[in-house]
């Protein structure tokens, strides 16, 4: 793990506690957050049984920052602009390849027309 990584994957848990908090309660948190590191394992124990993307989402952050692959763009595997993964640490991909994925730049042309018989 890149050194800048654990400060990154501290910063993933406190928003991954503070989600499961806001979701779940103090009381299922209150153990996890006395640990302030807890494995993908621990990790899929608390998530056992509950479906909420965004903690998916941040699981997924951290199984990458463990598995070497965090920063790194999806699309074009180039790193991805560490400025992103501060202001959304779940980030994926980089800004270009965001950029041309999830915004149109053109607008449609063509319009289709319906006539009735």
Do not use: N
Request: aromatic share 10%; charged share 30%.
């Amino acid at each position: 793990m890149q050194k800048g990584w654990s400060e990154m994957r501290r910063s993933i848990l406190l928003r991954f506690f503070d989600r499961l908090e806001e979701c779940y309660g103090k009381e299922l948190c209150r153990e996890a957050r006395q640990k302030s590191s807890l494995s993908l394992h621990e990790i899929d124990t608390l998530l056992a049984f509950r479906s909420d993307p965004p903690l998916e989402d941040l699981r997924d952050a951290l199984a990458r920052i463990d598995y070497g692959t965090f920063g790194i763009c999806l699309s074009c595997r180039e790193p991805i602009e560490h400025r992103l993964l501060e202001r959304e640490p779940t980030q994926r991909m980089c800004g270009r390849c965001e950029r041309r994925f999830f915004h149109v730049t053109e607008p449609h042309h063509a319009v289709v027309q319906y006539f009735s018989p």
